[in-house]
């Protein structure tokens, strides 16, 4: 005769076996976080924030339990080390990520396949000349204005990456001008009239209307994609707007938040 405790066990047991019940919890996300800066001879330019930068984008993770890795070097992108990540952060790389075509298409692919894509502010300069990088982000560096004040707005109020972020604010950094891809889902822009130098005839790109997209995601393939143009200081990262615009954009791009 089956005593009560055994009879609850071999329920157990069967939900286990009927796959009602995990034997384990499932393992946290856990993000790559990319830094590269690369010019064939030289170093380009490097931002000075990018210590300060990863370390808050791995406190913003850390709090949602998201576990991360860093790392500025390019033999990271293969199709078997990308499997360890829910999504990769280009977190203020420049130019040349990549070292070798392959590393490309293994992003690339990765990418197309359910793998997220985070970029902030010059990673927009990175892979100039590749189209594919340019379509994950959603476009590409092209200038931006001197550092000031200007204001930001916000063009979507329901979106994680923007929700209980001020509809507008002042905010000091580079405006950026990105050469935009096609179906991109605008989130933040700048008030091009409060942008006080150079005047806006001597812009690189010409544009409609008093507002540029800042900040942006949309879908490649599979995957999902968020970029901002925000974060140029190093006091950037401890602002607590900034920190929860960012913050957002990462749990939106890992399927945390909708």
Same mark, same amino acid.
């Given at each position: ?61 850390? =709090?949602? *339990?998201?576990?991360?890795? #860093? +790392?500025?070097?390019? !033999? ?7 499997? %360890? ?103 933040? =822009?700048? *008030?091009?009239?409060?942008? #006080? +130098?150079?005047?806006? !005839? ?7 209307? %008093? ?48």
């Amino acid at each position: 005769m089956q005593t009560p405790f055994s009879c609850w066990a071999a329920v157990l047991l069967g939900l286990i076996a009927c796959g009602f019940l995990p034997l384990s919890q499932a393992a946290p996300p856990k993000v790559l976080i990319y830094t590269r800066n690369h010019v064939p001879g030289s170093s380009g330019y490097v931002h000075g924030n990018i210590a300060v930068s990863v370390a808050a984008v791995k406190e913003l993770c850390a =709090e949602k *339990d998201v576990s991360s890795d #860093a +790392s500025d070097d390019p !033999a990271v992108f293969t199709a078997d080390n990308l499997k %360890n990540y829910k999504a990769v952060i280009f977190c203020n790389s420049n130019n040349e990520a990549f070292s070798d075509p392959s590393q490309s298409k293994a992003f690339t692919t990765y990418i197309e396949n359910g793998g997220g894509f985070v970029g902030i502010h010059s990673a927009s300069g990175s892979e100039r000349s590749n189209p594919d990088f340019k379509r994950i982000l959603g476009g590409t560096f092209k200038w931006h204005t001197p550092i000031q004040k200007f204001t930001v707005v916000v063009a979507d109020k329901a979106h994680p990456a923007t929700v209980g972020v001020p509809a507008e604010w002042a905010w000091k950094d580079e405006g950026y001008l990105c050469d935009l891809v096609p179906g991109l889902h605008v989130l933040l =822009e700048m *008030d091009t009239t409060t942008i #006080a +130098s150079p005047p806006r !005839a001597k812009w690189a790109i010409p544009f409609e209307g %008093n507002r540029y997209p800042l900040s942006w995601c949309h879908l490649v393939g599979k995957g999902r994609s968020f970029y901002t143009a925000l974060g140029h200081d190093n006091e950037d990262y401890a602002d607590p707007i900034f920190r929860k615009h960012l913050q957002g954009g990462i749990l939106w791009v890992l399927g945390m938040a909708t």
